[in-house]
């Protein structure tokens, strides 16, 4: 299964309001996660099957879809948000793939 | 606190090996499903293997026969044997927990080790 997200890399603005796709090349229900990379760090988990908002992290951050099409969404952008974001399907769990990753820069 | 620490990391020659290390505190390892992903440098993430609670282990493509996962419940500690190293290998490999609770997503990472294959 391979998942594609677009765009590759976008510039914004804080305060802006921001989705990230990501399409798999077949049907994967909802397992979908998210994670946000910064440079040199660990990525951290936003969002699980699909729509889940993992623990301590801020509800600007939301996801949705099924199937195929997914989003990730930032209801308003912080500096801190500035960062890599990367799908992951977990429908073959163990085999797992990640999207090649989104770049997000501030505009 | 829940943490993993990777270490074991370092440059090593094609057709080498390497053994990783993952050190846990705050959870128990061998009750988990734990994992190790890399990141080639300026690249994304990859999946390379995992160990259940049970003690079944995966593996992808790029790591079978080549790569062994195990754990030590003594020490609580993850391992991730790299044997026939290739330059195609050097990556930051993560170690990762695989939570059921949040449909086997990776809830909690290490800061990862770099691993160079390089003669």
């Known amino acids: 299964i391979q998942l594609t997200q677009s765009p590759s890399s976008l510039s914004a603005s804080v305060g802006d309001r921001l989705t990230i796709t990501c399409r798999a090349s077949q049907g994967i229900s909802s397992y979908l996660a998210w994670y946000q990379q910064k440079p040199g760090k660990a990525p951290k988990l936003l969002i699980y099957?699909?729509?889940s908002l993992q623990s301590g992290v801020p509800s600007r951050f939301s996801g949705s879809g099924s199937g195929t099409d997914f989003t990730l969404t930032i209801s308003s952008l912080q500096p801190e948000d500035f960062a890599t974001y990367y799908c992951?399907?977990?429908?073959?769990?163990?085999?797992?793939?990640f999207g090649q990753g989104t770049r997000l820069e501030i505009k | 606190e829940v943490q993993l620490v990777e270490s074991g990391g370092g440059l090593v020659q094609p057709g080498g090996s390497l053994r990783l290390s993952c050190e846990a505190s705050?959870?128990?390892?061998?009750?988990?499903?734990m994992s190790w992903v890399r990141q080639a440098p300026g690249k994304g993430l990859e999946w390379v293997s995992v160990i259940y609670s049970g003690g079944s282990t995966y593996y992808a493509d790029s790591a079978k026969g080549r790569f062994t996962i195990s754990r030590d419940n003594s020490k609580n500690t993850l391992y991730l044997q790299m044997n026939s190293l290739r330059v195609e290998d050097t990556a930051v490999y993560f170690c990762?927990?695989?939570?059921?609770?949040?449909?086997?997503?990776?809830?909690?990472w290490g800061q990862g080790t770099m691993v160079t294959v390089s003669s």
């Open positions: 990762a927990r695989d939570n059921p609770a949040a449909s086997y997503a990776f809830d909690i």
């Open positions: 705050g959870f128990t390892v061998s009750s988990n499903y």
């Open positions: 099957a699909a729509s």
């Open positions: 992951q399907h977990l429908h073959s769990y163990p085999s797992i793939t």
